[in-house]
């Protein structure tokens, strides 16, 4: 089991950064894959980015390729997804992830563990 608490989000000017963290409880946190989701009003969940238990590979949707990076830090259990150069389609609520095995799928049904999720507000 592990419970995760995302943190970080709120209002910003496109073309901004932002940084999103999630922090994991538990002490097998180097065991499991972790990744995002956002969800748009009105729209389906989809995939963000995702890193795998040691942080030796990530995956990233097209729309936030060289935009957004995904990492971790084992020693403080938390994942993180820099943003930059944000767009207003960008705004949505986003979810931290988590699942056991090593890789990487892009489907919510493929993770186990959810977080409450956080808002991210893109103003044009």
């Known amino acids: 089991q592990v419970q995760l608490v995302e943190s970080g989000g709120g209002l910003v000017q496109t073309g901004g950064s932002r940084r999103l963290s999630c922090a994991a409880s538990?002490?097998?946190?180097?065991?499991?894959?972790m990744g995002w989701f956002r969800q748009a009003p009105g729209k389906e969940r989809e995939f963000v980015a995702a890193?795998?238990?040691?942080?030796?590979?990530?995956d990233y949707a097209d729309p936030v390729k060289g935009r957004f990076t995904i990492s971790r830090d084992s020693a403080k259990n938390t994942v993180y997804l820099q943003m930059n150069s944000l767009k207003p389609e960008d705004t949505a609520i986003y979810y931290c992830?988590?699942?056991?095995?090593?890789?990487?799928?892009?489907?919510?049904?493929?993770?186990?563990?959810w977080g409450q999720g956080t808002q991210v507000t893109v103003s044009s």
């Open positions: 890193i795998t238990s040691r942080g030796g590979r990530t």
């Open positions: 538990g002490r097998t946190f180097n065991t499991y894959t």
């Open positions: 992830v988590a699942r056991l095995f090593d890789y990487l799928p892009t489907r919510p049904s493929e993770y186990a563990y």
